[in-house]
């Protein structure tokens, strides 16, 4: 069946843009993450969706991070006012579970955002 | 708070023979442990996972790991090495007595299987 799907897979961005990407989860998943992954280093948790709830935004870096997931399914990371220090891949992940169900989660292919 | 470590940046093995790429982790609670695995420009697949029970866990593609709780450690390994098992693997935890609690990544160990 179809996996999570991620667009777009690359942006480039002028310092000072504002970005918009987008994560499709597998059909029925509760639980949706997002993940920011620096060059060699292993995903780090920015924010979780149970449905439409936001429940946790622990992770975002800076009030210019902002997440949604409106109808719980399809779910937007924007980035307002992009930096430099902000180029990474970006990483969605679904769960079929709730967070504290220890489901496994399901990654996409991840959109790799360079801010120039 | 909950951390996981890989101590080898990459591990080197010759095609056939056995692999191990080590992981150690802490939580103050029982662990959720995983392990997937990255292939270029590519997302994490999931490899396997260990909730609870038998602690050899068997996966995907020939895989498995052993939990030991006594060491807090999760190693990888595999029997006999493939060159195409040549990606980036990522352990995880998470700590099952704290719900809010994410899922925590190590840095990653690159795996080098050659023929």
């Avoid at chain 1, 060699?40 to 622990?58: C, H, I, R």
């Avoid at chain 1, 930096?83 to 220890?102: F, K, M, N, P, T």
């Avoid at chain 2, 007595?97 to 080098?112: C, I």
């Amino acid at each position: 069946g179809a996996g999570v799907s991620q667009s777009p897979r690359y942006k480039v961005a002028k310092r000072g843009q504002d970005v918009a990407l987008r994560c499709d989860p597998i059909s029925g998943h509760v639980s949706l993450f997002w993940y920011q992954q620096a060059l060699g280093q292993g995903p780090e948790f920015l924010t979780y969706f149970q449905n439409e709830a936001q429940l946790d935004k622990s992770g975002l870096p800076s009030d210019r991070f902002f997440a949604e997931r409106p109808e719980g399914s399809v779910s937007t990371l924007k980035i307002q006012r992009t930096q430099q220090e902000d180029s990474a891949v970006y990483l969605c992940a679904s769960s079929l579970y709730r967070l504290a169900e220890g489901g496994t989660q399901y990654f996409g292919p991840g959109t790799r955002l360079l801010v120039l | 708070a909950q951390s996981v470590a890989q101590p080898e940046d990459q591990v080197n093995v010759a095609e056939g023979n056995p692999l191990t790429v080590k992981c150690t982790y802490s939580v103050s609670g029982n662990p959720y442990l995983f392990w997937y695995v990255q292939y270029p420009n590519r997302g994490l697949q999931f490899l396997l996972k260990y909730i609870t029970g038998d602690n050899l866990v068997k996966g995907s593609y020939g895989f498995e790991a052993e939990f030991n709780k006594s060491q807090t450690s999760f190693h990888l390994k595999k029997p006999s090495a493939l060159v195409s098992d040549s990606a980036l693997y990522f352990c995880a935890v998470r700590d099952k007595d704290n719900a809010g609690n994410m899922l925590t990544f190590g840095g990653g160990t690159r795996l080098m299987v050659k023929p």
